[in-house]
């Protein structure tokens, strides 16, 4: 197979797994997300476009070992009862339904923040499904903040969602520098989602009442939850001083393994194995794309029209990672993007742009990002959430956020 055909299959391959992992399952290959995305890196080294030992130097398996330690050591925050916990307190605390979205948008942001937002949604959605149903209020406006909240908070951080760890590898930005500059980013969207979201509702918050049944005795492993919550204490004060971030989350989880007494056999089941094999497979299906030189060509086509100042560039970039995010997946977009960085005037607030973009984009519709899908599923048994019903309040919640976003990113800079 000469250079060209190489070219062709890889960019077809390429096509073809995005076609699968965008789109709905097809009856005649009924494939999810990591299935589509491993058929394609198998499909690579088969047709002959990647040798295995050209697939195994395109996994970035630091993303991988930092997503796999954050994991963990939510998975043992979920056995100790933390999850359960927080959403009763949300409950507890909250003394109308306007005060109870507050809360619950405040909440499902900062655990975003501190761990990984698609793993926050998968254990948080049922127990608060589960509080909203109890406390006889409609859930409607509840599920947007907490899918909504969740990409949002996940910004502040390069361990709040996969793209930003994607990010920080490939950027080198410290995780004090890069919190520095997004923290108050997402602080401003999740007031500008609170407000958006609460005018929207109005009507129905305001006829709403919670209902406060008695509270069942909560499972609470306190020796297992101050364990661990001490642990991600010390792993983030790792982040804080500038050590490797993928090996000091492996080292806290390790650490949680070896001092919880607890059959690791319960943990591991609660690792998203899924999301982890998607993530290795999407690398090297866009390393194969990326080999053909398609993404250079595409860049240099419209590298003119980001414009020739700083904040021309800023904003132009934005609107095209917010657009390209949702055409491509935000992960194999920040994959594809990534490699452009370095033309820019300053790469470094550029990475920024990317971040912000691709995240606070996910909010657009429901398809926009994970998070957002596993919140409408987890509740479809109660409610249905339809393109629209979410759309009406993702488009001005992401708009709003984006503008008011870079604006403050550019007076950081």
């Known amino acids: 197979m000469n250079a060209i055909e190489k ?27 990591p299935a589509a995305a491993l058929l394609g890196a198998v499909a690579l080294v088969a047709f002959g476009v990647m040798t295995p030992e050209e697939v195994y130097r395109s996994v970035d398996y630091d993303t991988l070992v930092l997503l796999l330690g954050m994991m963990l050591i939510s998975a043992y925050l979920y056995l100790a009862g933390f999850f359960e916990w927080a959403a009763d307190w949300i409950l507890r605390k909250a003394r109308s339904p306007e005060s109870l979205l507050l809360h619950l948008i405040c909440a499902s942001g900062v655990l975003s923040a501190l761990l990984v937002n698609d793993t926050v949604c998968l254990m948080l959605t049922p127990l608060v499904v589960t509080v909203i149903v109890r406390g006889r209020l409609p859930l ?9 909240s969740a990409n ?6 390069l361990v709040g969602n996969p793209q930003n760890m994607i990010i920080g590898q490939l950027s080198g930005i410290s995780f004090l520098n890069f919190s520095a500059s997004l923290l108050p980013v997402a602080v401003l969207g999740l007031a500008v989602e ?4 609460r005018f929207g509702f109005r009507h129905i918050l305001k006829e709403a009442t919670i209902h406060r049944p008695e509270s069942k005795p909560l499972q609470l492993d306190r020796r297992l939850l101050f364990l661990t919550l001490a642990v991600l204490v010390l792993v983030f004060a790792g982040f804080i001083a500038g050590l490797n971030l993928p090996w000091t989350a492996m080292a806290g989880a390790a650490l949680v393994m070896v001092l919880a007494r607890r059959d690791t056999h319960q943990v591991l089941k609660l690792v998203d194995w899924h999301l982890l094999v998607f993530f290795a497979a999407l690398f090297v299906v866009v390393e194969g794309l990326n080999d053909t030189g398609l993404p250079d060509q595409i860049h240099d086509r419209v590298h003119g029209l980001f414009g020739a100042a700083t904040t021309a560039q800023a904003w132009n970039f934005t609107w095209f990672s ?22 820019f005037f300053e790469p470094e607030l550029m990475w ?28 479809r048994e109660h409610v249905e959430v339809g393109f629209w019903d979410y759309a009406r309040f993702g488009i001005p919640v992401t708009l709003l956020t984006l503008v008011l976003g870079v604006a403050v990113l550019l007076l950081l800079t």
């Open 7 to 33: 070219e062709i299959v890889a960019v077809a391959i390429f096509l073809v797994t995005y076609a699968l992992i965008s789109g709905r399952r097809l009856k005649v290959l009924p494939l999810n997300r």
């Open 140 to 148: 409607p406006p509840y599920l947007l903040a907490l899918a909504m």
């Open 152 to 157: 949002i908070g996940s910004v502040a951080t």
């Open 194 to 197: 609170y407000v958006i979201l």
């Open 322 to 343: 917010a657009i390209g995010s949702n055409v491509f997946s935000n992960v194999p977009f920040v994959l594809v993007a990534g490699k452009w960085i370095g033309g």
């Open 352 to 379: 920024k742009v990317l971040a912000l973009a691709t995240t606070f984009a996910g909010n657009l519709t429901i398809l926009g990002s994970v998070a957002n899908i596993i919140v409408v599923e987890s509740a």
